[in-house]
C-alpha cells in the first residue's frame, strides 16, 4: 500500500485542458501494478476513465474520453498524468488515481481526489 498524491484539477472553460498528476509517496510504482483514474461526478457513482499499465505502458479508455484524454506515465515526477482536452461539463467531477496490481480488481492505493470542474 502506499500513498498517491494528486495535483493539477480546477476550473476550466468547454473545450479547454487540464493535465492531472498522481504521484507515489515514499515509493515508485513498479512493473507488476496498474494505475487507473477514476471520476465522480455529484449524486453518480464512481466511473472508470483510464488505466496504464505501469510495466509495458499499455493504456486503456472508457468510451466517453476516448480521443480526448491521454494517460501516460511522467518520467521526471516517476508518476502518471491524466492530459484532459477538449474538456466538457459531463467530465466534471472529483477525479481519483488508484494503484493495483496488474491482474487484481482490488486497489489497496488511493489518492486523496482532486476536483475538476467544466463551465458552460
Known amino acids: 500500500q502506499v500513498r498517491l498524491v494528486e495535483s493539477g484539477g480546477g476550473l476550466v472553460q468547454v473545450g479547454g485542458s487540464l493535465r492531472l498528476s498522481c504521484v507515489p509517496s515514499g515509493r515508485t510504482f513498479d512493473s507488476t501494478q496498474k494505475v487507473v483514474w477514476f471520476r465522480q461526478a455529484p449524486g453518480k457513482e464512481r466511473e472508470f476513465v483510464a488505466r496504464?499499465?505501469?510495466?509495458?505502458?499499455?493504456?486503456y479508455y472508457t468510451n466517453s474520453v476516448k480521443g480526448r484524454f491521454a494517460v501516460g506515465k511522467d518520467y521526471y515526477k516517476n508518476g502518471v498524468y491524466l492530459q484532459m482536452d477538449s474538456l466538457k461539463p459531463a467530465d466534471t467531477g472529483v477525479y481519483y488515481c488508484?494503484?493495483?496490481?496488474?491482474?487484481?480488481?482490488?486497489?489497496?492505493?488511493w489518492g486523496q481526489g482532486t476536483q475538476v470542474t467544466v463551465s458552460s
Open positions: 488508484a494503484a493495483a496490481r496488474a491482474t487484481s480488481v482490488e486497489f489497496d492505493s
Open positions: 496504464i499499465m505501469w510495466g509495458d505502458g499499455t493504456t
